[in-house]
């Protein structure tokens, strides 16, 4: 009988603790949104322009989103090798804090590149400025830009010019960034950069599209096309980037 009583106490006791877990973590329960959003993509990379070169690029993005400000930081990673020899070797980051405003919002940023093998060997922008949003909707969104910034270049030494000088100006940038929801599971966004001095101009066009396959993973096919006015002798103006790489987000 004893142990009859102590079977019953068990499930008795497992019984209450299955209720007591259900009460306090439904079934259906989800976590509450997080203001950090992070996403971290690697995979195959193409270059045609200054660089002709396959290989492997990856890339993080770190997103903190309040109702008063957003900070924003974008670090990419583009490696190539031909056998032994490096081909392709180019680091990015960006960097943007904005806040946000009753409409639109003022933003302070910064970008900076380092390209051992592009027509420029290390490139540094700061802007501040303000942007609105034109369009924002469930599926659709459009912002828009504009402020004054100061550029610092570097050319790429050249045969004519072994010891180039580094190039400092103002510019005025502007930019317009565009994403839509294709369908539920797919997504497309384009940034369109413009950076106007002086002494030179440069235009930047930064797409992608993502296929969530899975919760927290995706497929994502970029394209990075940057055309420069005036470039060091023997260097192309226009640089494009392919990627086809795996993401997954943190939230």
């Known amino acids: 009988m004893k142990n009859v009583f102590a079977v019953f106490g068990l499930l008795l006791t497992s019984s209450l603790s299955a209720n007591l877990a259900w009460a306090l973590v439904p079934p259906d329960y989800q976590d509450p949104p997080s203001d950090f959003t992070a996403e971290v993509e690697a995979g195959l990379q193409l270059n045609t322009g200054n660089n002709e070169s396959k290989n492997f690029n990856s890339r993080a993005y770190l997103t903190y989103d309040t109702p008063k400000t957003r900070q924003e930081g974008t670090f990419k990673v583009y490696y190539a090798a031909d056998g032994t020899e490096t081909t392709s070797e180019k680091y990015d980051l960006f960097l943007q804090s ?62 004519s010019d072994p010891e180039p000088r580094a190039n400092r100006e103002v510019i005025l940038r502007t930019a317009a960034r565009y994403s839509v929801k294709l369908q539920e599971y797919t997504s497309l966004n384009a940034d369109v950069t413009a950076e106007t001095g002086l002494d030179n101009n440069t235009l930047t066009l930064d797409m992608s599209y993502k296929n969530t396959f899975l919760q927290d993973w995706a497929f994502k096919i970029g394209m990075n096309v940057r055309y420069t006015q005036d470039v060091p002798q023997d260097s192309q103006r226009t640089d494009t980037t392919t990627t086809f790489n795996l993401l997954y987000t943190f939230q």
């Open 98 to 159: 904005s806040y946000k405003l009753n409409r639109g919002y003022v933003f302070g940023r910064g970008e900076f590149t380092w390209d051992d093998f592009g027509s420029f060997t290390e490139i540094r922008t700061l802007s501040t400025g303000y942007g609105f949003d034109l369009i924002k909707s469930y599926k659709t969104k459009l912002s828009l830009e504009a402020g004054p910034g100061y550029r610092y270049d570097m050319p790429r030494a050249t045969l």
